[in-house]
């Protein structure tokens, strides 16, 4: 029989072995990024930014011809994304008779609750963009009656409809700085009557969603309530403290009285917070300041942090009494826990209650595009969190710097890859003689 014997292969001498490999073009290739001039940059920059601007106008002008709901609502989630993305204010200069006119006729049909919420959303997106000035004055002047009729209507508007109204209103009012007397006394007046005198309301079987919604109502109304006594003088914070901190209180009993209560869960963490906020103002202007009613106050927050609430979970009850606790720290004189929040290279130090409902209540409105917000919006920088003017300079610092860099480091890459070239080479040229010396030792 014929045996199949496997044919040996013979290695490859050093001259047939594969060249190595040239890493310099390849690391040129791979960064010819760096070597691009500041040209190319504004020239992407503009593509960039004319790219939006005709975005932009495409979603304004659908929204305009559109007159299908479901398209309108979708145009309008589209448009929220959109904005958010970016900080567009110099974009929504352009236009905004456009978006005038847009939220003016859905605030006028107001037959679709879903449509009429997400434009509420966007009207709080463009008084946060535009901060204070003309463009955000028309604009509180021309829907102002449709979201205070809208934010009445208890019979034929959701209350999550009501929400975003009255958010709308508040947050207007806040950038456009309207007349305390003829607008902003009435909105607190309004928001404090859905806040305390639910319990007059007439008392039916309604379900459960239509509960909680009015609960989410309820905390609503009393976080922009607070967001409204945070720019109020010192005497008005004294007699606002004196004049609501019964009701005020009776929201937290509701927490204590029914445990498995969710929604008076929300209504108590907002009033605590006002309550917080207060004390603290109040504070500000008498060093001396001290009520009556907070013994009492401070024993029923006691109560709170020592509740069980076995209907919820671990991490719930946690964040809860935590909560509680860093407002009973506050009445009790104690300082408030410094939160620091990173953007970019800068750093945003949350030292207050009034800067804390600041934060959370523009977070709310943009969304993921808060940090674009912060490093760029005017008003959010000079009125609200005292940054200072947009930080440009260091941000061309660091590109270059970064350039500088990178640039470095393929300078060492090409010059790792031109030592071990030249090392391969000299050990293929050896290689060869190294394996005759062995075989001539071997049989020597």
């Known amino acids: 029989m014929k045996r199949n014997s496997a044919s040996k292969k013979k290695p490859k001498s050093p001259h047939q072995q594969n060249p190595p490999q040239n890493e310099d073009s390849d690391i040129l290739e791979n960064d010819t990024s760096l070597y691009k001039d500041a040209s190319s940059s504004e020239e992407e920059e503009e593509t ?7 975005k932009l106008a495409d979603l304004l002008e659908q929204l305009q011809s559109s007159k299908s709901t479901p398209d309108r609502f979708r145009h309008y989630g589209t448009l929220i994304r959109t904005l958010t993305s970016r900080f567009a204010c110099d974009h929504l200069q352009n236009c905004q008779l456009d978006v005038q006119k847009i939220l003016v006729q859905s605030f006028r049909s107001s037959s679709n609750n879903a449509e009429t919420s997400v434009a509420a959303e966007v009207a709080c997106i463009f008084f946060t963009t535009m901060g204070q000035n003309d463009a955000s004055l028309s604009l509180l002047e021309a829907i102002f009656n449709h979201l205070q009729r809208l934010f009445a209507d208890k019979n034929n508007v959701e209350e999550s409809v009501r929400s975003q109204c009255a958010k709308a209103l508040v947050i207007g009012c806040l950038v456009a700085d309207a007349d305390f007397e003829e607008v902003v006394d009435p909105l607190i007046k309004s928001l404090i009557k859905v806040v305390f005198n639910s319990r007059s309301r007439s ?3 309604r379900p459960q969603q239509d509960t909680s919604s009015f609960a989410n109502l309820r905390s609503t109304c009393l976080r922009l309530y607070s967001l409204l006594l945070s720019m109020q003088s010192s005497e008005y914070i004294l007699e606002a403290f004196e004049k609501n901190i019964a009701s005020l209180i009776s929201c937290l009993n509701a927490d204590v009285e029914d445990v498995d209560d969710d929604d008076n869960g929300k209504v108590s963490i907002a009033a605590s917070e006002c309550i917080a906020l207060l004390t603290e103002r109040c504070r500000q202007a008498d060093e001396y300041w001290e009520p009556e009613e907070m013994p009492p106050l401070c024993d029923r927050l006691q109560r709170l942090i020592s509740l069980n ?86 941000v061309v610092i660091k590109k270059k710097s970064s350039v500088a860099r990178h640039l470095e480091k393929v300078q060492k890459q090409l010059g790792f890859a031109h030592e071990r070239k030249e090392r391969q080479t000299r050990r293929s040229k050896l290689r060869g003689k190294r394996v005759q010396f062995e075989a001539e030792s071997y049989y020597a």
Request: some cysteine; hydrophobic content about 40%; glycine content about 8%.
């Open 203 to 205: 008392i039916r079987i």
């Open 48 to 54: 960039r930014s004319f790219n939006f601007a005709s």
């Open 309 to 394: 609430g076995h209907h919820q979970s671990k991490e719930t009850l946690r964040r809860l009494r935590r909560h509680y606790r860093l407002v009973l720290h506050t009445l009790q004189g104690g300082d408030f826990a410094v939160e620091t929040i990173k953007f970019g290279r800068e750093v945003l130090q949350i030292d207050s209650w009034k800067c804390k409902l600041h934060y959370e209540t523009i977070a709310g409105v943009l969304g993921t595009g808060t940090n674009f917000h912060l490093a760029q919006n005017m008003w959010l920088r000079t009125e609200l969190f005292d940054l200072g003017p947009p930080v440009v300079a260091e």
